[in-house]
């Protein structure tokens, strides 16, 4: 049997940069790390900052790339990566605590949601 893929949410405009430059489930995993952070992207990294830790250096040099696109600061995006970790088939309880909000936070950002589910 073929593995399901996630059916993620619409990127917000903050966030649609950073999806263009590393797809999906890297972007996910860039914002969850540094979100919120006022972030500079070098056009020539060397690969061993933070950044390039988390996502790699080749991810890191396309991130570069679109920089001129994303704000000083790294978005939190949260509503959108509770969807998208929901299209993951992560509980709500994993949800609340990746983002770090409550249940409840987590519930009312689902509200609504379009997102489909990878295991069905």
């Not at 952070?37 to 390039?52: F, I, K, W």
């Not at 250096?57 to 570069?64: A, D, S, V």
């Not at 790339?65 to 509503?79: E, G, I």
């Not at 990566?81 to 519930?107: E, G, K, N």
Request: aromatic fraction near 6%; proline fraction near 6%; charged fraction near 20%.
């Amino acid at each position: 049997m073929d593995d399901i893929q996630p059916f993620y949410p619409v990127p917000t405009a903050q966030v649609q940069p950073y999806v263009d430059a590393l797809g999906t489930e890297t972007a996910i995993e860039f914002l969850l790390n540094f979100g919120g952070a006022e972030l500079t992207v070098s056009l020539s990294p060397n690969g061993r900052g933070m950044v390039g830790r988390v996502i790699g250096l080749e991810n890191t040099i396309k991130l570069g790339n679109h920089r001129d696109h994303m704000q000083p600061r790294v978005p939190l995006a949260n509503k959108w990566l509770a969807q998208c970790l929901y299209a993951q088939s992560l509980s709500v309880a994993s949800i609340a605590r990746r983002l770090r909000s409550s249940d409840t936070t987590v519930r009312g950002y689902l509200r609504g949601n379009n997102a489909r589910r990878a295991n069905g």
